[in-house]
């Protein structure tokens, strides 16, 4: 067998996804055969409201190249308020990082219940064209992560 | 005013109601004023300020001094009386043990800017409310205290006390007109690369002194995120060129919704560091997105980031109004 080298730019993605709906929902996505990208990497949270700005922060900073935070829809969180909390958290964290001149594009906040597989897929399939489109993260990186 | 000052002071120390003062004195030069604690008659006499150029926000102090056998006098200017409303608000402060008394302020010269208009080897430094007499080795200046205001007092936004127990002259007005969302706006209409530049340039100069948490007023957590050794992000101001720009994102994400723009943060900053915009840009999106909101005023007033409503908007708005593209 052959293995292909390629020297095209593989986006690398963190999904932090809410253990109750988007989790689920990316399970049905699997299970019903939906294709969306390796690159993403999900990271299950109780809730999305569990994600603290410092962890995506971080997750930029040990070499994501995007970060998209998915949780139930308004309303349906599983802890009854959770998202709505996530919701302003992450509006004003995304207008500081746009504030301070990194792209906008790289962070993504989306609601996918658990019967959504279809979302699941076609959102990150959107979201890894979009963070290929933009290249690499040279704005937010740790640069002693990069192995060159 | 000072003299007026003393004189309350030590009656309330005469009569044993309050058992310290917390006031301003002359730090390492006679300019540069410092916070201090008196317990006697003398020690007022000999030692207590107020001027032009008592700058330090005596607020955070009554964290410690509240909890001391004894109540403590504090005096307070009208933005430091929103620090200290807020802190009674987190429960910071016993009030009980706190005796405040409201003294006016019609802005405060900010040696910083005196020293960046080019002025060195200074000896000493007056202001008579109108005009500053600086005293160098070279021979007196002069300047009009506007030019020796810091931008937090040009654009003050209030001259009102929001908590006191006794007031020493007139009390002031909420300053409804005040630009100071100019400079936030300025940098919004930049273009990304030029906002990335514009940060880049002032937050490498950060040394991670932790001057501006241990300022602030509300930075009072009994552990903070950074003293974590295991926080992975202990004292790594200088290792890379990110980790600056985090410890400062995540400060100001922290006090966003409970900052009161007191502006301490960038008085204190060595490298001077305008830090108060990051906090601003905070309080702007917050006013914009979720209503006015002004940290402090009201003590009944749940934070914004402490609530939510159903119709909140959704993150990607971002998107669409952000900076310019």
């Known amino acids: 067998m052959q293995v292909k080298e ?25 299970t019903n055969r939906l294709q969306y990208p390796a690159d993403v990497k999900i990271i299950r949270v109780p809730c999305s409201c569990r994600v603290n700005p410092m962890f995506i922060l971080r997750a930029f900073q040990r070499g994501a190249d995007g970060v998209i935070l998915c949780g139930c829809h308004p309303g349906d969180c599983h802890y009854t308020t959770g998202n709505y909390y996530t919701r302003r958290r992450m509006t004003l964290l995304f207008s500081m990082l746009d504030y301070l001149g990194i792209e906008k594009e790289r962070t993504r906040v989306e609601w996918v219940s658990a019967a959504e597989g279809a979302k699941f897929a076609a959102t990150m ?15 937010l990186e740790d640069l002693r992560c990069k192995a060159k | 005013m000072q003299s ?44 207590f300020l107020y001027n032009d150029l008592c700058e330090a926000n005596l607020s955070k102090y009554m964290i410690a001094q509240s909890r001391k056998e004894g109540k403590t006098l504090v005096f307070l200017k009208p933005c430091d009386t929103y620090s200290f409303s807020q802190l009674l608000k987190e429960h910071r402060i016993l009030r009980e043990n706190v005796y405040v008394i409201g003294v006016p302020c019609d802005g405060k010269v900010d040696v910083d800017t005196v020293k960046a208009t080019g002025l060195t080897g200074i000896c000493s430094m007056t202001s008579d409310g109108e005009t500053v007499t600086v ?68 937050l490498s100069r950060c040394i991670r002194c932790n001057a501006c948490r241990n300022v602030c007023p509300a930075c009072s957590c009994e552990k903070c995120v950074f003293d974590n050794e295991q926080s992975g992000a202990f004292n790594k101001g200088a290792s890379d060129s990110f ?24 008085r204190v900053c060595p490298q001077n560091i305008p830090l108060h915009l990051l906090n601003r840009k905070f309080i702007k999106d917050i006013n914009e997105l979720y209503g006015e909101y002004q940290a402090g005023e009201n003590a009944d007033e749940r934070a914004p980031l402490n609530t939510f409503t159903t119709e909140d908007v959704e993150p990607s708005i971002v998107y669409e109004r952000g900076g310019k593209q």
């Open chain 1, 6 to 30: 390629t020297n095209e730019f593989k986006p690398k993605i963190v999904a932090f996804c809410c253990n109750w709906c988007s989790y689920a929902g990316a399970d049905l996505a699997g």
């Open chain 2, 4 to 47: 007026e000052m003393i004189k309350r002071a030590k009656e309330l120390l005469a009569s044993g109601e309050v058992a310290r003062v917390v006031g301003w004195k002359a730090g390492e030069f006679d300019y540069d004023i410092t916070p201090g604690v008196f317990t006697t008659a003398e020690e007022l006499d000999s030692a």
């Open chain 1, 125 to 139: 399939n959107d979201f890894v064209a979009t963070v290929t489109k933009l290249g690499e993260n040279k704005r």
């Open chain 2, 135 to 202: 005293k160098t080795l070279y021979g007196d200046s002069t300047m009009s205290k506007a030019d020796a205001m810091s931008e937090r007092c040009i654009n003050c936004k209030s001259k009102k006390h929001v908590v006191y127990d006794e007031l020493l002259g007139e009390e002031g007005d909420v300053v409804a007109d005040n630009h100071r969302f100019d400079m936030v706006e300025k940098i919004e209409a930049m273009t990304p690369d030029e906002r990335f530049e514009f940060w880049r340039n002032e």
């Open chain 2, 243 to 266: 980790e600056e720009n985090m410890f400062h994102i995540i400060r100001a994400f922290h006090v966003a919704g409970r900052c009161t723009d007191c502006g301490e943060c960038s």
